[in-house]
């Protein structure tokens, strides 16, 4: 009797299912682990059809399951994220790293575009940022590490003085409404007047 598997998947589960007939419970044994599937099947008195692998992404094993119907066993296993599978079981290629494949119309000279992901991120982080740009990052690099009074301080000096002033000392702020000190040359009005 020929023992064959297919699999396919939906964004919650990959199901595998193993196409053998009159299988019983005695006769089966499934383990799914956190990223492998160990089945073992009795077939008949002399012949056993096992399946061993490796996934390849992780599922919920508690949340897997399987059931023995006529013609064939079905095991759905729960994927612990929705990503789409590319296959079922991990892939095991030599000196492979992580790489992408990206579709493209140079078959001689395919552009490594991890590669220029990296480069742009380097660049980015070598970038000297000027004027306003570079004083936002500044200001926001002192809200985001200081404590809940220099952030109290910032907020409260800042709106009470119409943006025209940021402080970090709470114990100055705290104490009296921020006045309004406009940039040298300049005249403050409100917006009614």
Partial sequence: MGVRHEWFQTDQAVTVTIFAKGITEDRLEVKIGRQNLAVQVQVDENTDYTMDMILAHPVQEQSSSYKILK???????????????????????????????????????????????????????????????????????????????????????????????????WDDIGKKETEVKPPDGMEYKKWNE
Wanted: charged fraction near 35%.
């Fill in 71 to 169: 013609t064939k066993v079905e095991i759905q296993l729960k994927k612990a994220t929705a990503v789409r599978w590319e296959t079922l079981e991990q892939k095991e290629e030599a000196g492979s790293t992580n790489q992408r494949n990206y579709p493209t119309s140079n078959r001689r000279n395919p552009v490594d575009w991890d590669k220029v992901e990296a480069d742009v991120v380097k660049e980015d982080a070598e970038d000297k940022k000027e004027g306003d740009q570079a004083m936002n990052e500044l200001f926001q690099k002192i809200y985001a590490d200081g404590n809940e009074d220099t952030r109290r301080a910032m907020i409260k000096s800042f709106q009470e003085s119409g943006g025209t002033v940021l402080s970090t000392n």
